[in-house]
């Protein structure tokens, strides 16, 4: 028997890939127009279509039990496939974007640097390290995961999000900016937290003897998160420029030993 969700919870995944799409579409186009693409942007758009994936994934059909037609099985078998896939890499896109805004913003300070590049070399190993594991549950088990992808998934996501907010709050230790701005860009960094309190709780479920529907709409909401996340950044900015007509330029940050008290901060390439 397929596992299935109901239509209330296939419309409350629904809700929050809507948002994450939205989210992830205002940051492409916006971008696009200020003739700020960057590499975070790449991954982000990525991402955004990996979550337009997911979310029509919710509502395939699911057969209910192995009499059902044998078109309606071969979709089931596909969209199992295709969800292991897209949940691993829209999340980790997601998680490529945001150190792809670290490499980006530590640019001048090398130390730094070399350790986000050292940092993004790791979320691509342990990206393609949880897809073949993934893809090897798939062939053998018909993708139901069992308590060694649960331990792997919950490794990787409290390693990478522990990352995320540490680099950025040791850089933001050697550049003087008011508090306000401050506290603006440690929060949106520092939300990935989120991410690793839903992968503790779906973690736990998949470390129960059968998968359940809450452990995959923990999976959903985990990806779509993801993408929301790493588009808060760009929509800070984005409103604190339309907000206090001032720009968040972290690609030109002086550092305490400049001696210059920082008042404008955007998500740029510098030029």
């Not at 989210?23 to 982000?44: L, N, Q």
């Not at 979320?123 to 393609?128: H, K, L, Q, S, V």
């Not at 760009?234 to 305490?256: G, S």
């Amino acid at each position: 028997m397929t596992l299935h969700l109901t239509l209330n919870q296939q419309v409350a995944v629904s809700i929050l890939y809507i948002l994450a799409i939205i989210t992830g579409t205002f940051r492409t186009f916006y971008r696009w127009y200020i003739s700020r693409f960057w590499w975070e942007d790449v991954w982000a758009t990525f991402a955004l279509l990996l979550d337009i994936i997911c979310f029509a994934n919710v509502w395939i059909p699911q057969p209910r039990d192995v009499s059902a037609p044998d078109a309606l099985l071969d979709g089931a078998v596909a969209s199992h496939w295709m969800e292991a896939i897209a949940l691993t890499s829209g999340l980790w896109a997601a998680r490529m974007s945001m150190i792809s805004a670290i490499i980006r913003i530590t640019s001048h300070r090398v130390r730094f640097r070399h350790s986000a590049y050292a940092t993004a070399v790791a979320f691509g190993i342990m990206w393609i390290a949880l897809l073949i594991q993934k893809l090897y549950i798939c062939a053998a088990r018909s993708c139901l995961m069992n308590q060694h992808v649960a331990t792997s998934q919950l490794v990787t996501d409290v390693i990478s999000d522990v990352l995320l907010m540490a680099l950025p709050l040791l850089f933001l230790r050697g550049v003087n900016i008011e508090h306000n701005q401050r506290v603006l860009l440690v929060s949106s960094f520092a939300s990935s937290i989120c991410i690793t309190i839903i992968s503790i709780v779906h973690s736990i479920f998949l470390f129960l003897p059968s998968c359940t529907a809450t452990s995959i709409i923990l999976a959903h909401v985990k990806t779509a998160l993801a993408l929301i996340i790493c588009n808060l950044l760009v929509i800070v900015t984005f409103a604190y420029r339309l907000c206090r007509r001032n720009d968040l330029d972290l690609h030109n940050m002086p550092t305490k030993s400049d001696g210059a008290q920082f008042t404008s901060v955007f998500i740029g390439n510098g030029d």
